[in-house]
């Protein structure tokens, strides 16, 4: 679907120039066929108007050559002969109207050209000297019209060839997706059931010279409950559990080395009022944990500085631990699933040629994604796979939060190198989201969080492609720095091959950590225009765990089957499987989803 947005008024004035001086040499032309055909005999007298012919000549136009006049009747009869002018398509009456000493020399004009035409073809034998003759003598007395049309039709000519050469059509194009799915668990867990998610996107693409893109995208969804894997691993189940766990057991440790073991006197922590058992929120847990440490030191007779420090160290584990969580529970969901129920803009983006090889894109809402770390068989939740984690490196672009930023794309010579650079500020998008690195200040371009991703990319040939890349940022309150890598090959036409890397230097917590993802897709299996996929993937393989709360390493798969009904929709099951979620030692996760797609 295309929608026509008004050239520039420049424009307009040279296309209605343009256009009126064609409807005169086209006027000027048919009068002169409707006075030489419409006369059986030349001496009567003009006929009343009929109501086919009501359109009055102007006043310029008036009775400058007569049908009685010579000239008239020899320019007939050479369009006669000749075959010059065909008529009136509609084959109206036109042949009462007056004629301009204007409108006969485009007549001549348009009989000299074919005599011309003739003679330079060698059919001199099909022209004779008496309208050789003719023509000279008509050339002669009309030679200041003649001079004047054929100067008028050089500059139409001049000026349609500008128009051809810069022309342009601003052209808005609307295209949308929408997504239907049903997203339920496999598991014994009570806090996720089968659910019904939607998102819907529309996009409006505009270029104004035919080689740049101004993209508007609108989003709106099922809003933020999530689907079944992100709920399931939300801090209000395993990852509580282990924390009340791990307070617990520190909690009866630091108390039985001051005090006596709990067994001696057959109580628990609950009758001493120091258990966390009972706390619903991460919040409440963590203060009374901290709380209860800090008296317990107290009493043991720690100084103010070990209480402050003590303190401050288990307040930054659990922080560190809430944003890891966070982190793995982003990185297992749907990436379709959770957006905002309102009408929103989720992408705002002009996309422009800087020189031949060299291309800038500027936006004030979108993603690193859109620009780095692309991949051909893992980067489309409509299309391929849906696990967040699986679709993008995500300790690469610390989990891919919305912002303002710019990014440029160097191809010297469309050769076989490519480089990309993108910048994001997080803060600066017009629908900033909070993330495990974000903070919750707004700030400019320029400030905090931001990243900045370098890459790569070596295609050696057709069927193969590989990125290096490195990201250095802001994110929360510190420093953060990743490399990574991607890699796409064609295993032939029907299997394809691919996988992603990714390694963080400081990730929160002053934690070294490995993320990493590998697949096969099946293009065209059992069908053409179908796909088939399967993934795993750990989004964070922890090097050093400063917080002592991590157990396990999570690991996602994924499988699915895409299947092409026509053009506009598509039907895809999928299945997902996660095993330690959380990075904990917990039962795993295991969810089917049932999703249509539209286009249009």
């Known amino acids: 679907m295309s929608l026509t947005i008004a050239p520039t008024l420049q424009f307009i004035d040279s296309l209605s120039t343009f256009i009126m001086n064609r409807i005169i040499y086209h006027t000027s032309l048919l009068s002169l066929v409707s006075l030489l055909f419409a006369f059986p005999t030349l001496a009567q007298a003009t006929p009343p108007e009929t109501p086919a012919d009501s359109k009055i000549t102007a006043v310029s136009q008036l009775a400058d050559v007569q049908p009685t006049d010579w000239a008239f009747q020899a320019l007939q009869s050479l369009i006669e002969r000749y075959g010059i002018i065909a008529g009136y398509p509609d084959k109206t009456f036109h042949g009462n109207r007056a004629m301009s000493r204007y409108e006969f020399a485009a007549g001549l004009n348009a009989a000299l050209d074919r005599v011309n035409e003739l003679l330079q073809a060698g059919l001199t034998n099909k022209v004779s000297r008496d309208d050789l003759a003719i023509l000279q003598r008509l050339q002669t007395e009309f030679q200041t019209e003649l001079t004047s049309f054929r100067n008028r039709v050089d500059r139409l000519d001049a000026q349609t060839a500008t128009l051809e050469k810069q022309q342009f059509s601003t052209t808005t194009k609307l295209h949308g997706e929408s997504i239907f799915a049903i997203n339920a668990r496999f598991t014994d867990q009570n806090d996720a059931n089968a659910i019904f998610i939607n998102r819907s996107r529309l996009n409006l693409e505009t270029s104004f010279t035919g080689k740049d893109r101004l993209l508007l995208q609108l989003q709106a969804g099922s809003g933020q409950s999530g689907d079944a894997a992100s709920t399931l691993q939300n801090e209000g189940n395993a990852f509580r559990d282990r924390l009340i766990s791990l307070g617990e057991a520190q909690i009866q440790a630091r108390f039985e080395q001051i005090f006596f073991p709990l067994s001696d006197l057959g109580v628990t922590l609950k009758d001493l009022d120091l258990s966390l058992a009972d706390l619903s929120s991460i919040d409440e847990i963590r203060d009374k944990y901290t709380g209860v440490l800090a008296t317990l030191d107290l009493e043991a007779g720690a100084s103010s500085e070990d209480l402050v420090k003590n303190r401050e160290t288990l307040l930054q584990a659990i922080k560190t631990g809430r944003n890891i969580n966070r982190f793995l529970q982003k990185n297992s969901a749907l990436d379709y699933a959770g957006s905002s129920s309102s009408l929103q803009i989720n992408r705002l983006s002009y996309t422009f040629p800087l020189a031949k090889d060299l291309q800038i894109s500027v936006f004030s809402q979108g993603y690193l994604s859109d620009y780095v770390d692309k991949n051909h068989y893992a980067n489309n939740q409509a299309t391929n796979f849906s696990t967040f984690g ?211």
């Open 390 to 600: 699986l679709i993008n490196n995500q300790l690469l672009l610390a989990n891919d939060a919305p912002g303002a930023g710019a990014a440029i794309t160097y191809n010297p010579n469309h050769g076989a190198f490519t480089f990309r650079a993108a910048y994001r500020a997080e803060q600066t998008a017009l629908n900033p989201t909070s993330s495990p690195f974000s903070t919750e200040t707004q700030g400019g371009l320029l400030n905090a969080p931001n990243l900045g991703v370098l890459e790569l990319e070596v295609n050696p040939s057709k069927t193969a492609a590989l990125r290096l890349q490195y990201s250095r940022g802001i994110q929360g309150d510190r420093q953060y720095e990743a490399a990574g890598a991607n890699l796409e090959v064609a295993l032939g036409k029907h299997i394809g091959l691919f996988g992603r890397f990714g390694y963080a230097f400081n990730f929160p917590g002053d934690i070294q950590a490995i993320g990493w993802s590998a697949g096969l897709v099946f293009p065209d299996l059992f069908k053409q225009g179908n796909l088939a996929g399967l993934a795993i993937g750990q989004p964070l393989v922890l090097q050093n765990d400063s917080t002592g709360i991590f157990n396990a390493t999570q690991t996602n798969y994924e499988a699915f089957y895409h299947a092409q009904i026509n053009d506009h929709i598509a039907f895809s099951p999928s299945l997902q499987v996660i095993t330690h979620p959380g990075n904990l030692k917990a039962d795993p996760v295991i969810t089917a989803t049932l999703k249509t797609i539209f286009t249009f």
